[in-house]
């Protein structure tokens, strides 16, 4: 099988497959090549794929969907990080959530700015 894992901004991963295991909001499932056809709802997780070698990768994934169709599956999702073990993915996902956590509050910052300078100027508004 072909598995490609894309978010909005890159393709994380696209190679070929013999298994993929993947969360989905109503649990877990493992797709091998005769699979039926499928799609579903994938929840924030790890997506672990076994290579033709027999070796074991993950990704961790957000929100997205899965489709499998025929010989081919696309994962597309919000977010996905590729690491060598799960202890490299896990540093990985830790550094880009602490990265989200900054952008978020950079954003709710100007946000409150925003609404401050709005109350600001109804109130001088009010005045003349």
Known sequence: MILRVQSPT????????IKVTAEALDGFY???PRHIDFVTALVPGLLTMVRPDGREEFLA???????KQGQRILVSAFSALRGPDLGTLREAVE????ELAG??????????ELEADL??????FERD
């Open 103 to 112: 952008h978020e509050e950079d954003a709710r910052r100007a946000l409150t």
């Open 61 to 67: 994934v957000d929100e997205g969907a899965l489709v």
């Open 95 to 98: 550094r880009e959530f602490l």
């Open 10 to 17: 890159m393709v994380v991963f696209e190679g070929e497959v």
């Open 119 to 124: 109350v600001r100027r109804y109130v001088e």
């Open 30 to 32: 493992t797709f091998l």
